[in-house]
């Protein structure tokens, strides 16, 4: 077996397929429980499907985040900007 089908075997059972990563996304855009609860659900972490949970404390940490988000911009915007889109704004 090759390096490349073992890593394909392992993903295959460790990582979500696009529509089962999409489903918590849906869940959380359609349910009526967070329509109706929408207070409940606001600003909170959800994991699949549709369950709040207490975020890892990296996620709690304002300064990660903002970094998290800083870092993100300058590579979102090198592709933006190469392919002629107006970049995003900053934090």
Same mark, same amino acid.
């Given at each position: 077996?090759?390096? *490349?089908? !073992?890593?394909?075997?392992?993903?295959?059972?460790? !990582? +979500?397929? /696009?529509?089962?990563?999409?489903? *918590?996304?849906?869940?959380?855009?359609?349910?009526?429980?967070?329509?109706?609860?929408?207070? #409940?659900? #606001?600003? #909170?972490?959800?994991? /699949?499907?549709?369950?709040?949970?207490? /975020?890892?404390?990296?996620?709690? %940490? %304002?300064? +990660?985040? #903002?970094?998290?988000?800083? *870092?993100?911009?300058?590579?979102? *915007?090198?592709? +933006?900007? %190469?392919? %002629? +889109?107006? /970049?995003?704004?900053?934090?």
């Amino acid at each position: 077996m090759s390096i *490349n089908a !073992f890593i394909k075997t392992i993903a295959r059972f460790s !990582f +979500l397929t /696009p529509e089962q990563g999409s489903a *918590n996304s849906t869940s959380a855009a359609t349910a009526k429980e967070v329509r109706q609860n929408a207070e #409940k659900y #606001k600003g #909170k972490f959800l994991v /699949p499907v549709g369950k709040v949970e207490i /975020p890892s404390i990296v996620a709690e %940490d %304002d300064r +990660l985040v #903002k970094g998290l988000w800083e *870092n993100t911009i300058i590579e979102v *915007n090198r592709k +933006l900007i %190469d392919g %002629d +889109l107006p /970049p995003l704004e900053t934090w």
